[in-house]
Nanobody
């Protein structure tokens, strides 16, 4: 079965860090751009970051620039999202998604993704 599985979410205090992982099943990541999205309760899902298949092109949402880092290890078939200096407004369900193709500046358009994981919960609170 082709799927993406996220892990690494949890409860962290403001200012803390978490690293999320995205692992595929049924296919390999090396040919695909991968995006991270998040959704807080009552809010629309928003793009967090995207990395091209070769790792040489990366995009970030304005609200996470300078705090989050996306990376990939194609040998380990894994994409990571390192989140530092977390804020309560970073709380939500985080999803990784497989892109149909790397869309450059349109990376946050959800219609460009054809496979989504189930999500992992991130809660930033004291």
């Amino acid at each position: 079965q082709v799927q993406l599985v996220e892990s690494g979410g949890g409860l962290v205090e403001p200012g803390g860090s978490l690293t999320l992982s995205c692992v595929p099943y049924g296919f390999t990541l090396e040919r695909h751009a991968i995006g991270w999205f998040r959704q807080a309760p009552g809010k629309d899902r928003e793009g967090v970051s995207c990395i091209r298949n070769d790792g040489l092109a990366i995009n970030y949402g304005n609200r996470v620039k300078g705090r989050f880092t996306i990376s990939r290890d194609n040998a380990k078939n894994t994409v990571y999202l390192q989140m530092n200096n977390l804020k309560p407004e970073d709380s939500g369900v985080y999803y990784c998604a497989r892109a149909r193709y790397y869309a450059g500046s349109a990376w946050a358009d959800e219609s460009g993704y054809n496979l989504w994981g189930q999500g992992t919960q991130v809660t930033v609170s004291r």
